[in-house]
């Protein structure tokens, strides 16, 4: 079992910034994947970004290109998510999710097996 908290979600103005944090604990190695998703009211899960924890690739949604940053600090087994330039259409609960079996980052929803309960992102205009 893998345990995902998320925090550091809020409300900020258009332009701001937030910092979104994903601790994990529990059966976690040096090869899993972490990404953030992020789902509106009426929408579908989308995915936001994704980090191999022991380093190498990344990925991100077009939409975010740019102005998200995903790093992950290995002493404190977290995750994070800089958002930068933060618009309206970025409001949406935000979940981090694991998948412990994929050696590279990778946008595929139905792999990640571990989710956060997430944390809401508002951005007002």
């Known amino acids: 079992q893998v345990q995902l908290v998320e925090s550091g979600g809020g409300l900020v103005q258009a332009g701001g910034s937030l910092r979104l944090s994903c601790a994990t604990s529990g059966r976690t190695s040096y090869t899993y994947t972490v990404a953030w998703f992020r789902q509106s009211p009426g929408k579908e899960r989308e995915f936001v970004s994704a980090?191999?924890?022991?380093?190498?690739?990344?990925e991100y949604a077009d939409s975010v290109k740019g102005r998200f940053t995903i790093s992950r600090d290995i002493a404190k087994n977290t995750v994070y998510l800089q958002m930068n330039s933060l618009k309206p259409e970025d409001t949406a609960t935000y979940y981090c999710?694991?998948?412990?079996?994929?050696?590279?980052?990778?946008?595929?929803?139905?792999?990640?097996?571990?989710w956060g309960q997430g944390t809401r992102v508002t951005v007002s205009s």
């Open positions: 980090i191999r924890f022991n380093g190498g690739n990344t």
């Open positions: 999710a694991a998948d412990p079996y994929s050696a590279y980052a990778h946008t595929d929803v139905r792999e990640y097996n571990y």
